[in-house]
Structures are given as C-alpha cells and as structure tokens.
C-alpha cells in the first residue's frame, strides 16, 4: 500500500501502474469517506490545465473517484481562451496579402465574426490566401526569412510557450519581415479569477509545465489567500490520481498548502533563465480571455523599445479596450462556463450537434486541450452514457 506520505515522490520513476492506481484509488476513497463527514456539499476540484483535464478524461479518472469528488475543467487551454479579436485581425491581415503563421491548433479557430467571408484562418488558407502551419515559432521564422515577404505569427500561448519567442528574440533569429500577434497570457491571474468569481472551489491541481518555467511558488496565493488546496501536477494519469489524494488529505487535515506532485520537473523557483527572458521583451497588462472578458495584469505585451515586433503597431491594429470588449462567443456556445468550471461541455445544446471536432463552433472544440473537444473524443466522464 502507498502511504500518504509517498505520495509526492511515487511518479518520479513510475507513471503508469495499474496496481499502483489502484491503491491510490482506495487511498481516495477512504479520504473521501472522513472527509464526507465534515464537507455538507460536494468537492469540487479543478483540472486547471487542458492537459490534465485530457488525462483524466482520457483515462477514466472520473468513473473511478468517488460521487461527492468533482472534477471540473479550468482556463488552462490557450487556444480556448485567444479573444476572438485576435483571430478576425490575423484573417484580416491575410486577406491584405500578409503571410500569417499558426500553429496547428489555431488554424481552425472560430471568430465571432467572419471577415470576407471567412470565420478562421483555415477558411482564409481556402480562399487562397497564404496562411501555414507550423509546429514552432523558430519554423515560422526560418520560413519567413526565406521568402521575405511580410508575415506575422499568431503567437497564442502561456508561460510555457512566450519563453520560446522571446529566446528566438534574443537570438537574433527573426527576420525584420516577421511580426507577432502578441496574445500570451498569464495562468495565474485566471485562477485567481476562477476562485473569486465561480463558487466554490475546494481544490486546484495547479498546471505542471506552466510551473516548470515560473517556479511552483505562483500558485502559494490559492491556500494563503483564498484557503484552496493546490497541488503541481503532471499529466499522467497516476499524477493526477495522486494530485486528488493530496487535495483530499489537505481537506481533511484542514490544512490548506501548496505542494508540488510534479518534482521530477518543478522546482518552487523555476526556470530563471526563461523568465528573464520573457522579462526583458515583455511586460505584464490587463488582458482580455474568450468567453471571460478583462483579467488584471493576465497578459503579455511587447515593451515599448520591441514594438517593431508587434504586428497590431506595425500594421496599425488597435487592440479593443476592456470597456470596449464584448463577449466573444457566438449565441449558444457556453465555452466561458466551461473553462471556469461551472458547466460541463455536454451541458451545452449545440455540444456533438451543431459543435463537433471535425465542425467546431465554439473555441474549447478546437485544440486537443480544449474540454469539449476532449469530452467529444473520449467521452467525459469515462462512461460513455455522458456523451
Ligand atoms: S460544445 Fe461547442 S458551442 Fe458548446 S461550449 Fe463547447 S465549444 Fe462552445
């Protein structure tokens, strides 16, 4: 049997064990079973990240956990949470005869609004204009530099992903027809959101990759502001086994911490070198998410000595202010309850109807992050009557 106390260091050199899982499921249990006796209502925990809540859909992580623990989808998806703004800008520059770069999960992307006739960036590609995917930034950029032509990058992402353009930044690697679309953004300030503005939430298990680069300590807010356990997880399933038993322990315990699940990768300081970089080309602002609206200081944009480098100055798009934000989902897509947890992909009337993989209408259909996309492939709660 796995004592509780192991629990934090078991996936440093096992992560998938059937037995393993087995015993941490009973450990789960016989937590909920004390806990029950002390939480009225359910426990609510939050996947923060796209890739935990693929990990526990695809491997059935709700069918084996007990009624009263919930697991719910968070923000963590980048593609879901790209304003739809972004999207009608990187169309529009297109059609004007700019190649736009994206990658693969962007290119499907629906706007609100179609320009020309075209919704995404697939349908602007259709019509005959010059937009490729790309697996990285450092793809685009060699490409560009050899055509020439002007070009910008669709450059969506969170911490884990703007390390990459500031370091090909600083190494000189992108040529002066090369601009980006700057919509990075910051997870911490979204689970702040998530906490202070839908219900309660009893639990978070905090995003591993994320962490990896901004240093576990991001996350300390969550149990010393609000009193939410969290815990830095991996992404296989027996990280995420062991992130609720943790989560359950804390509960009962009574003691709301932060601890880190993920130690084979996460250290409580990060990467230094990564944030440096994103530190020296970037700064931090209010920034909109799909389907949410303003979060403060959620977003990066370039510093004024690099605004060579943003596409919106150089092409002369103006970015919609929060008061003239409007909400960015298309009528009856509910992606904005979705990535915040008070609302399942197959609440939604248009979920495997009018929404589908292969015809997206809302956002979280798109990436293989997003919920609804995940929920429609594999079924949400590993049992199939659900979908
Ligand atoms: S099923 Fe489609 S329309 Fe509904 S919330 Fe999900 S992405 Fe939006």
Known sequence: MAHAKDLRTLTKSVFRDGVLAGEIVKMINDYWEQVKLKETSVVKIMNFCGTHEYAS?????????PPGVELVAGPGCPVCITPSFYVEAAVKLAIEGVTVYTYGDSYKLPAVKAVDGCRSLSDARMMGHDVRVVYSFLDAARDAATHKKPSVFLAVGFETTCPAYASAISNNL?????????????????????????????????????????????WRFLPEEYGVPAVVAGF????????????????????????????????????????????????????AWRGIGF????????????SDLDAFRVYGIREPSREEWRHDLLPGCICGQVILGSAKPSDCKMFMKACTPGTPYGPCMVST????????????SGVVLEV
Not at 57 to 65: A, C, K
Not at 246 to 269: A, C, D, H, K, M
Not at 369 to 380: K, L, N, Q, T
């Open 57 to 65: 859909t695809h491997y059935g992580i709700r069918s084996v956990l």
């Open 295 to 306: 979060i403060e200081r959620s977003g990066l944009a370039f510093r004024e000595e690099y």
């Open 236 to 287: 296989e399933p027996l990280d995420v086994l062991i992130a609720i038993a943790l989560i359950l322990r804390q509960i009962l315990e009574g003691e709301p911490r932060l601890e880190i699940e993920y130690s084979r990768t996460v250290t409580w300081e990060g990467n230094r070198k990564a944030k440096a970089l994103l530190e020296r080309y970037f700064e931090v602002v209010d920034a």
């Open 174 to 218: 992108v040529p002066p027809n090369l601009t980006l679309i700057m919509a990075g953004r910051l997870t911490p300030p979204a689970a702040k959101y998530s906490v202070e503005r839908v219900g309660k939430v009893s639990g978070v298990i905090a995003p591993g990759h994320v962490s990896t680069i901004t240093g576990a300590g991001v």
């Open 369 to 380: 992050e997003g919920a609804c996309s995940i929920w429609a492939r594999m079924g949400g």
